[in-house]
């Protein structure tokens, strides 16, 4: 299933499409592709965090749109044997964390311990 969200002037309704490729229902359980979680924080392992910094005006930007609109993006995640690993997403990631707010929406794919050893390399 795919989610627009359809931004306009406030003077204007903003709403939700979805739409389904596969000719089910909006909202049926669909296998084999992402789904769309909303993750705590504190459940989700930054492997290669330490990389790079984040920029943080860039950081900052978001901590403003996220207050005042929402997360727009989720984050995208690799579940590995019900463990979480985020790979994308480091402002977002860290403009959560410093507004305090205990979960983030996540974009989940699941992986084996061989994507994972990919990703990590």
Known sequence: ???????????????????????????????????????????????????????????????DSISEIGLQVPIDVLEVDEVYYGFSGCHRYEAHQRLGLPTIRCKVRRGTKETLRHHLR
């Open 1 to 63: 299933m795919t989610n627009f969200l359809l931004q306009a002037p406030n003077h204007f309704r903003t709403f939700t499409l979805s739409a389904s490729s596969n000719g089910s229902p909006p909202g049926a359980p669909q296998s084999g592709g992402p789904l769309i979680l909303e993750l705590p924080l504190d459940k989700i392992r930054r492997p290669l965090m330490r990389t790079r910094a984040n920029d943080p005006q860039k950081v900052k930007e978001l901590m």
